[in-house]
């Protein structure tokens, strides 16, 4: 009889985001004031966002409303804005901004196009005018687009032990029926295996499906606008849990007006990057249901 692996100590990074989930769990306030830290530092957070408020405004914001707390309340919340951006940066929730040239043929992607000005395939400028009656204007790029990294929202899925259970399902699915309910059960799956074998030995490495569409978000107007968000969804998980608005990944944000076309290849390349470095090198990955650290690597289907 084969003996079970022994239980590993979650690598520095599982345990940061585990003492993180803690502070979700320590109160702050009485009665129906009663909030978890976690949770008013996030609205908190989420009120410079809203409003664009500066550093220096919003923590005038924070500092009143510490006051409205007990003593040994104000010692568990942050004190400025460097302390409650550090604390919610380990969620894994962060994002990329990254310039666009304005007909879509070219990122600004890269040390190599850092000090670039203008599209070095169609010449149009990365900025839109300065202002002359301003001397210190920031130069506000023509269009961006907005990258979301998957990778820390893969392993949080085994940070879950309920979760990192359902991330194995396909090895236990059957597929005696005719009808294919789930990728598991289709010819590109088995072929798949069968050329990656190395791949397929490790049944928590994640496959993964990408689709988009195109879409106006400001509803029925006379004005055309299409935007373009790229989702990607884990097929690892049983078919009840793949599809849920939970487990499908927004990872990134293509802005309009117009569709991108065949130069989506370009805009892409955040995105094929990360693939790539998940599919060569993989991440260490802290699987919370066997309580083992891993390599985890991903396959695009």
């Known amino acids: 009889m084969a003996e079970e692996p022994m239980a590993e100590e979650p690598n520095h990074k599982v345990r940061e985001f585990y003492e993180l989930l803690h502070t979700a769990e320590v109160h702050i306030g009485s009665g129906e004031q009663n909030v978890t830290v976690l949770s008013w530092m996030v609205e908190m957070l989420n009120m410079k966002t809203l409003y664009n408020m500066s550093a220096a405004n919003w923590e005038m914001a924070l500092a009143l409303s510490r006051k409205l707390l007990s003593v040994e309340d104000q010692e568990k919340v942050p004190k400025d804005f460097y302390s409650a951006k550090k604390m919610v940066n380990v969620l894994g929730l962060g994002y990329k901004k990254i310039d666009v040239c304005i007909n ?120 055309a606008y299409s935007c373009w968000p790229i989702f990607l969804t884990v097929y690892n998980l049983p078919p009840e849990l793949c599809m849920n608005s939970e487990h499908i990944f927004l990872s990134m944000i293509i802005a309009g007006p117009k569709s991108p076309g065949k130069n989506i290849n370009v805009l892409l390349r955040p995105l094929i990057d990360e693939l790539n470095e998940l599919w060569t090198n993989g991440v260490e990955t802290y699987d919370s249901f066997r309580k083992q650290n891993f390599i985890m690597k991903t396959a695009l289907l």
């Not at 203008?118 to 001397?135: F, I, L």
């Not at 210190?136 to 269009?143: C, E, G, I, L, N």
């Not at 699915?173 to 050329?195: L, M, N, Y």
């Open 104 to 223: 879509d043929c070219f990122l600004y992607y890269g040390e190599q196009s850092k000090n670039l000005n203008a599209c070095p395939m169609c010449g149009e400028s990365r900025y839109k005018p300065r202002n002359m009656a301003v001397v210190r204007q920031k130069a506000v790029p023509r269009k961006s687009l907005w990258y979301l990294p998957i990778t820390p929202r893969l392993q949080r899925l085994y940070m879950s032990r309920k979760t990192a259970e359902h991330m194995t399902w396909h090895l236990k699915c059957s597929d005696d029926s005719d009808e294919v309910i789930h990728p598991t059960g289709s010819q590109a799956w088995k072929h798949f295996d069968k050329t990656y074998p190395t791949f397929a030995q490790e049944p928590r490495n994640v496959r993964l499906g990408l689709c988009t569409d195109g879409f106006n978000p400001f509803g029925p107007s006379r004005s």
